[in-house]
């Protein structure tokens, strides 16, 4: 059976159930996914005095051929988007900037640091989004930037993080397309601390100096990113869930939940409804915790598939960003991004292919064991058949064959690199 005549077959089957699946597909095709740049070179980036990675996250492996330059990192990235259905974005670090062997203070970027990936992202119609950087850098090495006890390191950080909402608020003019700015910090404590509370006030009083500079919403969105706990920072993170539920709401800023980010039985899924009832918008970082937040690569495994049934059943496509943040460097690093966000992708594919409004009929009826019973047998329907056809029709490869391309690219391109 060809592609085409597998497609015809899987799709009766979905509209028996009222699922119309080549509207399914033209909606799909809508769906961004802010691809992180980061897995593409184990979160390095390029700047000239570059510190070592830090802020409680790691990365392990050394798998030959990561990205040396900005121009390998963009072209690796040019790989990995052949091999994806879809037109997506890409989510920049500040620690990305271009600076022509110059030091540039992170407080002192501007957009023309970021140029050359605004030009490529044109070039590409891709949409850009971005991170203030609060990590890797001497003035981050004891563990705090933001809730740090002396003002003239917050200050930097302070300063470091309005630059950055310019820089995004530049691509979002230049792109036509609403920047996201996610800041994420790793200020905490390794043992227990004798006060939480100054800290986050500190925490509190410097997001009202970054976010008292006006940026236009059309261009820029903020978003603020908590965490459980990092390596260095067991027993206390500054900026924790309730943190920054609190100050988002209350501010009228993004949450964003990292998938890695909570208790190993805390589920973003179940997050989602919750929080879309209270914001507009909710952000998410999803990555795939294994034991803690290693940040391996993502999988089809059963809480994405939730996320995305959270996303599409609520009709939140459009609520909620979708980002990725994963950094494996012991894989081909171009796999990994391919990988990771082809999954993705399936998932929120398989979420549209389920008659939501028919299982939520049947919960409302309370007829529990119906519910289960489809819910069950969806699972075996032919979903593989209709992503197999969306591969194809949006010129991507179909099943495994996207290997084949990762391995030429390999042998042509990523061996060459020493
Ligand atoms: C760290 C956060 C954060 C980073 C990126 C690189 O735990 O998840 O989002 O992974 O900013
Ligand atoms: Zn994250």
Redesign the pocket.
Known sequence: MTIQENFEYAKKQYEKWGINVDEVLAQLKKVPISIHC?QGDD?GGFEVNQSELSGG?DVTGNYPGKARTPDELRQDLEKALSLIPGKHRVNL?AIYAETNGEVVERDQLEPKHFENWLNWAKEQGLGLDF?PTLFSHEKAEDGLTLSHPNEEIREFWINHCIASRKIAEHFGKELGTTCLTNV?IPDGYKDIPSDRLTPRKRLKESLDKIFAVEIDEKYNVDAV?S?LF?IGSESYVVGSHEFYLGYALKNNKLCLL?T??YHPTEMVSNKISSMLLYSDKVAL?VSRPVRW?S?HVVILDDELKEIALEIVRNDALDKVMIGL?FFDASINRIAAWTIGTRNMIKSLLAAMLTPNEYLKQLQEEGNFTERLALMEEFKTYPFGAIWDYYCEQMGVPVKESWLEDVKSYEAEVLSKRS
Do not use: S
Request: no cysteine; aromatic share 12%; hydrophobic share 25%.
């Open positions: 980061w979160v996250i670090h991170n994420w990113e965490k990092g990292d890695g980010h970082h937040d940040d943040d």
